[in-house]
Nanobody, 126 residues
Framework: QVQLAESGGGLVQAGGSLRLSCAAS????????MGWFRQAPGKEREFVAH????????HYSDSAKGRFIIGRDNIRNTGSLQMNSLKPEDTAVYYC???????????????????WGQGTQVTVSS
């Protein structure tokens, strides 16, 4: 198994940028697909982005596409989510997740991810 810890959240004005990081506890992180999800108060957890184990395939939600970039460094056992052109509707707690069974359409659904970080708050002001 792997433990995950997010960092990099904070308060930013609309149009600004933040880079979230996800630190994994073990080198076995390199064998897992990685995803980012977010959850706002009163709403269900929603998919943001996904990257496969070797970084060769990525997926983005419609809202993230063109603004966010997911990445990973398997040597340093870290993942990242670069968020640009932030909007107030991006405000949420962001979670890093890992899965060994997220393939095909499964990459979009939280129930197929096995390990989760504690979350980091992102607040975008207008």
């Amino acid at each position: 198994q792997v433990q995950l810890a997010e960092s990099g959240g904070g308060l930013v004005q609309a149009g600004g940028s933040l880079r979230l990081s996800c630190a994994a506890s073990r080198s076995t992180f390199s064998t897992y697909d990685m995803g980012w999800f977010r959850q706002a108060p009163g709403k269900e957890r929603e998919f943001v982005a996904h990257i496969n184990w070797n970084g060769g395939s990525t997926h983005y939600s419609d809202s993230a596409k063109g603004r966010f970039i997911i990445g990973r460094d398997n040597i340093r056992n870290t993942g990242s989510l670069q968020m640009n052109s932030l909007k107030p509707e991006d405000t949420a707690v962001y979670y890093c997740a890992a899965s060994d069974s997220a393939y095909g359409s499964r990459v979009y659904y939280a129930e197929y991810y096995d390990y989760w970080g504690q979350g980091t708050q992102v607040t975008v002001s207008s």
